[in-house]
């Protein structure tokens, strides 16, 4: 909601809490090498309508041990109130570094990626993603985790943008259900600023990941 002033606009914030629902599967491919395959649907408006979702294509490859790089190419559907479902493509590429210390485990992404959400007003950007994770692998089972995102604009940015474009903290556990299968149930908050207002999400998230022979 936009509140006009003799002397400024003021945009009102807006609190959502959100269902993300994901899939993942990868398979190898050769050594070193695998494919992935990613989709996720999410709920908004307090869980009342389908906004949301995304297929993710991509390859994976161990540079190493502890790093590794990927590429894929997604197809991005959002649910517009008047133009109905709009259709976007999207690339990225990054690399990750992790490290084992005991039971511990810390984890750095790099990732610079296309972004076509705003395509039909601005044509598109470029992105950096960073995003740093620790988690604790409690027993065989349980593995809890934490990790913080940061999303910044590569070029020049509005004036009313932050650094900062979009920030995510994420708490949750992966839960080991077989060797090739895994659960995850966590919690996501984000702030970001679009269009001058800025957005607080508060979503629940659930995600299976499958690995095929």
């Given at each position: 909601?936009?509140?006009?002033?003799?002397?400024?606009?003021?945009?009102?914030?807006?609190?959502?809490?959100?269902?993300?629902?994901?899939?993942?599967?990868?398979?190898?491919?050769?050594?070193?090498?695998?494919?992935?395959?990613?989709?996720?649907?999410?709920?908004?408006?307090?869980?009342?309508?389908?906004?949301?979702?995304?297929?993710?294509?991509?390859?994976?490859?161990?540079?190493?041990?502890?790093?590794?790089?990927?590429?894929?190419?997604?197809?991005?559907?959002?649910?517009?109130?008047?133009?109905?479902?709009?259709?976007?493509?999207?690339?990225?590429?990054?690399?990750?570094?992790?490290?084992?210390?005991?039971?511990?485990?810390?984890?750095?992404?790099?990732q610079v990626q296309t972004?076509?959400?705003?395509?039909?007003?601005?044509?598109?950007?470029?992105?950096?993603?960073?995003?740093?994770?620790?988690?604790?692998?409690?027993?065989?089972?349980?593995?809890?985790?934490?990790?913080?995102?940061?999303?910044?604009?590569?070029?020049?940015?509005?004036?009313?943008?932050?650094?900062?474009?979009?920030?995510?903290?994420?708490?949750?556990?992966k839960y080991r259900y077989?060797?090739?299968?895994?659960?995850?149930?966590?919690?996501?908050?984000?702030?970001?600023?679009?269009?001058?207002?800025?957005?607080?999400?508060?979503?629940?998230?659930?995600?299976?990941?499958?690995?095929?022979?």
């Open positions: 909601m936009l509140l006009i002033s003799t002397h400024e606009l003021i945009w009102a914030q807006t609190n959502d809490a959100q269902l993300w629902i994901g899939y993942e599967m990868d398979k190898k491919v050769i050594k070193r090498t695998k494919t992935h395959l990613k989709y996720q649907v999410r709920f908004t408006d307090n869980y009342t309508r389908f906004d949301y979702a995304f297929f993710d294509f991509g390859i994976d490859y161990s540079l190493h041990d502890n790093i590794s790089i990927s590429t894929a190419y997604v197809i991005n559907m959002k649910n517009d109130r008047e133009l109905s479902w709009l259709l976007r493509n999207q690339w990225y590429g990054n690399i990750q570094f992790e490290q084992k210390l005991g039971k511990f485990k810390i984890s750095n992404r790099e972004d076509l959400e705003d395509d039909i007003e601005a044509g598109g950007n470029w992105f950096y993603r960073n995003k740093t994770a620790l988690q604790y692998k409690l027993n065989k089972k349980l593995t809890p985790y934490i990790q913080f995102e940061g999303y910044m604009r590569i070029g020049e940015r509005p004036p009313s943008e932050d650094v900062l474009y979009r920030t995510r903290y994420h708490a949750g556990v077989n060797k090739r299968n895994d659960l995850t149930v966590s919690f996501l908050y984000q702030r970001q600023i679009r269009r001058n207002q800025p957005d607080h999400i508060y979503s629940i998230i659930l995600n299976w990941s499958h690995s095929a022979k």
